[in-house]
């Protein structure tokens, strides 16, 4: 056998052993959800806060900052 061939019977013996297994699909199954929705957390807060960055570099939002404000009157009044 050359080296490709030994490669590959090695590369489907380790595919049998995770996809036959139904214990460590679930466990590589589970942490690969848990680590893209992490990611896609942490990404998005990243995203927001560069975001977030920039408005108040340009001034903020005139519009936004009116209707917080609107906001913030009306939950002091109550």
């Known amino acids: 056998m050359t080296s490709y061939e030994d490669s590959l019977e090695k590369l489907i013996r380790a595919i ?3 996809y036959l297994n139904p214990r460590q699909l ?13 990611g896609a957390t942490v990404g998005l807060t990243l995203v927001l806060i560069l ?3 920039i408005f108040t570099l340009l001034g903020g939002l005139p519009l936004v900052g009116f209707w917080i404000k609107s906001l913030d009157q009306i939950l002091i009044d109550k």
């Open 26 to 38: 679930f466990i590589r199954s589970f942490l690969s959800g848990l680590f893209t929705g992490l």
């Open 16 to 18: 049998d052993k995770v």
């Open 51 to 53: 975001v977030g960055w």
